[in-house]
T-cell receptor, first 115, second 114 residues
Framework: EPEVTQTPSHQVTQMGQEVILRCVPI?????FYWYRQILGQKVEFLVS????????KSEIFDDQFSVERPDGSNFTLKIRSTKLEDSAMYFC?????????????FGDGTRLSIL | GDSVTQMEGPVTLSEEAFLTINCTYT??????LFWYVQYPGEGLQLLLK?????DKGSNKGFEATYRKETTSFHLEKGSVQVSDSAVYFC?????????????FGKGTTLSVSS
């Protein structure tokens, strides 16, 4: 069964540094997402991406965050200047389309630790 | 705004016991409802879904019925196994905002012992 893959599985970064998290969505999917889960808290939506542009974003997704689809397969999340509070598990997801009834398929996540 | 409320965990059961994990939601419109499961060290996996009132989603012995009158989507399984130990998340999409985001509950940890 096709799956979403994320790399790296664990990223440790100094505060203030830039970090890029990478994802390969399911190949025929058109919508891509990033979510995060701070330890012990809810899974929170960050951003959705369709047709090479952001289609929706949450309040969390401020100017420090950006997303990109640099080629036909990768989807990346960049945090420009990391803060301690960015430490979380980051999940990438994809769906075949944006319909309400369409499930999103998740990767295994990248654990980001900011020191 | 839209929200999902799940019962607090952890839920601790013996093998073959009956499982219920309560989930209620707040949303207007016609959201779709989902249950995801997260096994230790893994990502979120879709367990089941229901897209309209009175629909029943089912998978791997788990069931949940979309109840619009009680705004609920409780997860049930008749006989749990040790391998069902995981964190279970209830989620909705397409309520008030009719957007693309999944709105998750806090998750309920299930621990099954033999």
């Amino acid at each position: 069964e096709p799956e979403v893959t994320q790399t790296p599985s664990h990223q440790v970064t100094q505060m203030g540094q830039e970090v890029i998290l990478r994802c390969v969505p399911i190949s025929n999917h058109l919508y891509f997402y990033w979510y995060r889960q701070i330890l012990g808290q809810k899974v929170e939506f960050l951003v959705s991406f369709y047709n090479n542009e952001i289609s929706e974003k949450s309040e969390i997704f401020d100017d420090q965050f950006s997303v990109e689809r640099p080629d036909g397969s990768n989807f990346t999340l960049k945090i420009r200047s990391t803060k301690l509070e960015d430490s979380a598990m980051y999940f990438c997801a994809s769906s075949a389309d944006g319909a309400v009834n369409q499930p999103q398929h998740f990767g295994d996540g990248t654990r980001l630790s900011i020191l | 705004g839209d929200s999902v409320t799940q019962m607090e965990g952890p839920v601790t059961l013996s093998e073959e016991a009956f499982l219920t994990i309560n989930c209620t939601y707040t949303a207007t419109g016609y959201p779709s409802l989902f249950w995801y499961v997260q096994y230790p060290g893994e990502g979120l996996q879709l367990l089941l879904k229901a897209t309209k009132a009175d629909d029943k989603g089912s998978n791997k012995g788990f069931e949940a019925t979309y109840r619009k009158e009680t705004t609920s989507f409780h997860l049930e399984k008749g006989s749990v196994q040790v391998s069902d130990s995981a964190v279970y998340f209830c989620a909705l999409k397409g309520g008030n905002q009719a957007g693309t985001a999944l709105i998750f509950g806090k998750g309920t940890t299930l621990s099954v012992s033999s």
